[in-house]
Every structure is written in structure tokens, then in C-alpha cells.
């Protein structure tokens, strides 16, 4: 190995930014809920309305713009239940990113 | 209702495509516990990978050179997974997408009557969330290397759209004035669904896209697989300078250009 390589190869820098980007879009496809007729991305905006909200029924726009009338407590149950469990995975392999930093 | 995916693999001088397609169905069978049915015109494929082996003809083909070789490849035949897919809803691969998790599920339990990737990013960090354009019409790009499609009306005119573009390629990139060679799936397969939704856009069509990125590895990237982990090292011009980054990946489905790496760790990928 001659030199310039040795030097390139110490200036190697691990790309955070670009490995934060692939968990975004790892995650992001975990996150997807598919529920009565529609497709959530489980958010905490989502849930946060969800559970704000009283009524039994509620009508929410959906990934693809479609307008649909949903029962609010189980979409809101699955929600959560996806949004905290794809959650934990992420912060998980994000502390390992950043230690690789 | 049945489910299962379909990989066409034709084998060039250079490339045994098979032999990918061997080891993407082993990972799809593995990671989204669907059956995976071949298609190519090479009789020497076991069947004991696959739960069928479609042999059809398919003498035409593609070539341009990478480097200093000659690398070519047959991929005139896509839009026959309408008619040769087995199964009531289908994944169609391409045979260079690593499955390794089973995000695609959920596309595939949907009541989507069609869905494919209409923005990638590359592994090098360009282009992240990018959503392409292409010809003077400013045609919204849609990517043809994972298609999940069901048997409704509308994804029967999607593949008759394609096969009728297909077959009148130079036409279409005379009226779009888009390059007609080589002739891209990609291409084909965005203008069959900009017609398919009556011409206005793939926003009119509701869910004919897969929400995520489609994350693809350019031969540019160097790919070092262990166990499972990917560990890539790239170079990228940040502040006009050309640096070497590197990056660790695991678990995340990858759409590998990169043929020759392909072929020489289908042991690593085997799952």
C-alpha cells in the first residue's frame, strides 16, 4: 500500500449523516400502518391528534391523499403500539451509529 | 388469495443471473415467506429454489460497455409478469434487489392494486428522496426493480400500457424526447402508469407507489458483507474536495448495480 492510499485511507470519514438518512428511510417503511382502508405513516402528530380527539369516529387524509373515515381507538391503539416499538429499534441503532462516529 | 414473487434472470457471457436470482429468492422465501416463481430461458435452474421455473425465450438484447468490458443484458420481458405470474398478487423483483427485512410485506398485504418505488437515493448520499423527471413532458420517473401488483383492471392496463410501449419505444422517445437506447423498464413502466391514470401524474393514480426510497449501490461503492453487515466505502465531493467516506449497513433491502460483486458473494448473501 503506498502512501497517498494510507493517507486517504486515514482521512476515511464515517458518514453520520448520510446513516441517519438510511435509518429515516429504514424506519420510515416500518412505521407504515395499514388500518381500515387506509395507509398511516405512525407519527407522533397523528397519534397526538388521535388521542386529543373524542369522538368515536374520525376522518383523516391517509399517504396517498385519500380521505377516509376511521374508527379512532383502534387505529390510535395500533398506532402507538407500532410507533413505540419501531421507536425503540431506531434510537437502538441510532446510539450504535453515533458511537461509531 | 395466492401471493408469491417473480425474478427474471436470463444469463449473459459475463453475468449467470440465475445464480442471483437463486440466491434473491432464497432471501425473499427467507425474509417475506412468499414463494418466488423464475423466469428465464436457461434450462439448467433446479427447481428445488423456486416454486416455478417459467423457461421462455428471450433472444434480445442489450449491451454498453462498463470500463473496458462488455456488459449485456436481456430485460425486454417485464411486462409479461402480468401473464405469467402465478399468483393473484405478486412482487416482481428485479434479481440485483437484496431483500434483508420484510418491509415489502407490508405492501404486499395491502389491497394496493399497484405499487412500485417512484423516488431513490443513492448509497453515496446523492440524491436522497430524489423523484426524477424525464423527456421534454417532464414525465415523473417510477422504478421498474420492484413492482407489487394484484389482478385488477387497472394493473392489467398498466401492462398492456407497457407492452404496447415497449413495442413502440422509439415512438414515445421521439414524442417525449427522451434517449431511446438502451431501452429502460424504468422509462416503459412510468409512461404505462402516466397513461393509466389518465396522463395526470402519478399523484392522480392513489397508491401506485411504495412510500419509501428506493436505496440503490452504484458499482462506484465498495461492498465488504459480513455477517450480514455491509460496510461500504465511497467517495463524494464535499466543499470541491473528493473525500472517502465510509458507511456500516445492515438489514435494509439494496438495490446492488454492481454485478460483479454480485457474483462473487452470492455465498456471503445466501441466507
Redesign the interface.
Known amino acids: 500500500m503506498d502512501t497517498n492510499t494510507v493517507i486517504?485511507?486515514i482521512?476515511?470519514?464515517?458518514?453520520f449523516?448520510?446513516?441517519k438518512?438510511?435509518l429515516q428511510?429504514?424506519y420510515?417503511?416500518?412505521l407504515?400502518v395499514?388500518q381500515q382502508?387506509g395507509?398511516f405513516?405512525a407519527d407522533h402528530l397523528l397519534i397526538a391528534y388521535l388521542r386529543q380527539e373524542t369522538s368515536e369516529r374520525v376522518i383523516l387524509q391517509d399517504?396517498?391523499?385519500?380521505v377516509v373515515e376511521v374508527q379512532r381507538v383502534p387505529l390510535l391503539d395500533e398506532m402507538s403500539r407500532t410507533y413505540n416499538s419501531v421507536m425503540k429499534q431506531w434510537h437502538t441503532e441510532y446510539q450504535e451509529l453515533r458511537s461509531?462516529r | 388469495m395466492t401471493q408469491g414473487a417473480v425474478i427474471f434472470a436470463y444469463n449473459t457471457d459475463l453475468y449467470e443471473y440465475t445464480r442471483i436470482a437463486t440466491v434473491a429468492a432464497r432471501r425473499i422465501q427467507h425474509y417475506l415467506d412468499i414463494p418466488v416463481t423464475l423466469v428465464t430461458d436457461s434450462d439448467s435452474v433446479t427447481d428445488s429454489d423456486f416454486d416455478r421455473v417459467i423457461i421462455q425465450d428471450n433472444e434480445r438484447e442489450q449491451a454498453r460497455f462498463r470500463g473496458t468490458e462488455l456488459e449485456q443484458w436481456r430485460n425486454f420481458d417485464r411486462h409479461l409478469a402480468w401473464d405469467l405470474s402465478p399468483y393473484d398478487r405478486t412482487l416482481l423483483v428485479d434479481a440485483d434487489f437484496i431483500v434483508a427485512?420484510d418491509?415489502l410485506k407490508?405492501i404486499m398485504?395491502?389491497?394496493?392494486e399497484f405499487a412500485c418505488h417512484r423516488s431513490q437515493?443513492m448509497?453515496t448520499?446523492e440524491h436522497?428522496h430524489r423523484r426524477e423527471v424525464f423527456g421534454n413532458h417532464e414525465i415523473p420517473t417510477l422504478w421498474a426493480t420492484v413492482v407489487a401488483f394484484d389482478r385488477s383492471r387497472f394493473s392489467e392496463t398498466v401492462f398492456s400500457r407497457w407492452k404496447q410501449i415497449q413495442e413502440h419505444y422509439q415512438y414515445y422517445a421521439q414524442l417525449h424526447r427522451f434517449i431511446s437506447a438502451p431501452y429502460r423498464n424504468d422509462y416503459a413502466l412510468s409512461m404505462a402508469l402516466h397513461q393509466a391514470s389518465g396522463q395526470l401524474g402519478q399523484?392522480s393514480s392513489?397508491?401506485s407507489w411504495i412510500?419509501?426510497?428506493l436505496?440503490t449501490v452504484w458499482s462506484d461503492t465498495d461492498i465488504v458483507l459480513d455477517q450480514g453487515t455491509y460496510s461500504m466505502?465511497y467517495t463524494r465531493i464535499t466543499n470541491n474536495l473528493v473525500?472517502?467516506?465510509?458507511?456500516?449497513?445492515r438489514?435494509?433491502d439494496l438495490h446492488i448495480a454492481n454485478k460483479t460483486w454480485l457474483m462473487n458473494n452470492l455465498e456471503a448473501l445466501n441466507v
Open positions: 486517504t485511507n482521512r476515511t470519514r464515517y458518514d449523516e448520510l446513516g438518512k438510511l428511510e429504514k420510515r417503511s416500518k407504515l395499514i382502508g395507509y405513516i399517504e396517498y391523499k385519500n461509531r | 427485512s418491509s407490508s398485504n395491502s389491497d394496493l437515493m448509497i448520499g436522497f399523484e392513489s397508491g412510500p419509501w426510497d436505496v466505502t473525500r472517502k467516506f465510509k458507511l456500516d449497513l438489514d435494509h
